[in-house]
């Protein structure tokens, strides 16, 4: 009994990630669908020769009060994630930074998350239709943010994952964001590139970064969930410095 209380204590963060992926992926839906279900309108945002909206162009229409508050929660959990993820690893209940670099990395993944978050929060409250160049600069906030928290999470993990090389769930969150923040970033790149001189090629690429995003979130419960059952301090550097390292790092409770 003592056992099964410890794996359910501290259990409702894992939800953090559950809950801002399945809002971000819900509401692009809903606004997809809303697009079709209307007949596929031509948004006023739209230039004359777009079939393919951006998100941006339906989310300024009726829309735009679920996507505001879509982008609120989104990148509240975004950012919860990542602060928790540090939290766990500080607090022992997860793989530990061994060194200063990783937690410097660490904390340099957290200040992108809030500068993505912040970004995603004002493109939904700077619409496209009334402000065309501060939503521009907004998203690019939102990208260039997120872009960087994921490239500075994944040398985090890394460096973790080479001094605890023997640890199949850690090696496995490595390779999950490691593939989806580098073809996420591949794909921004050609929606930059496509945007505005061949804008429904553009339009395609925003809406497959957007759903892939909602994977990049999920990572992070895989992340949080290694937790569960793990005491405050059992993964902490010290004690896996003690010659304990391969017990600890096998004895995660999945």
């Not at 001094?163 to 930059?192: N, T």
Request: aromatic share 14%; hydrophobic share 50%; glycine share 8%.
């Amino acid at each position: 009994m003592a056992i099964f209380s410890h794996q359910r204590h501290h259990w409702a963060y894992v939800w953090i990630p559950i809950v801002g992926a399945f809002i971000w992926f819900g509401t692009l839906w809903a606004m997809l669908i809303t697009w079709l279900a209307t007949g596929r309108p031509h948004y006023v945002s739209m230039a004359s020769n777009q079939h393919v909206p951006f998100i941006s162009d339906i989310a300024a229409d009726i829309l735009k009060p679920l996507f505001i508050t879509s982008c609120t929660i989104t990148a509240i959990s975004f950012i919860l994630d990542l602060v928790l993820e540090r939290y766990l690893r500080h607090s022992g209940r997860l793989m530990p930074n061994m060194r200063t670099r990783e937690r410097v990395f660490s904390s340099l993944a957290i200040l992108g998350s809030v500068i993505g978050g912040a970004g995603l929060i004002l493109l939904s409250i700077f619409d496209t239709r009334r402000h065309k160049t501060l939503h521009d600069s907004f998203l690019l906030v939102f990208i260039v943010g997120v872009a960087l928290s994921a490239i500075f999470t994944v040398i985090e993990f890394r460096w973790i994952h080479k001094d605890f090389h023997y640890a199949p769930r850690l090696k496995r969150s490595y390779w999950m964001k490691s593939i989806i923040a580098g073809v996420l970033i591949i794909l921004a790149i050609a929606f930059a590139g496509t945007e505005l001189k061949v804008v429904n090629v553009g339009g395609v690429f925003e809406w497959v970064i957007a759903m892939g995003f909602t994977f990049y979130l999920l990572t992070f419960y895989y992340d949080l969930r290694q937790s569960k059952g793990v005491h405050k301090g059992e993964l902490s550097a010290d004690r896996l410095n003690n010659n304990n390292s391969r017990r600890y790092g096998m004895g995660q409770v999945a």
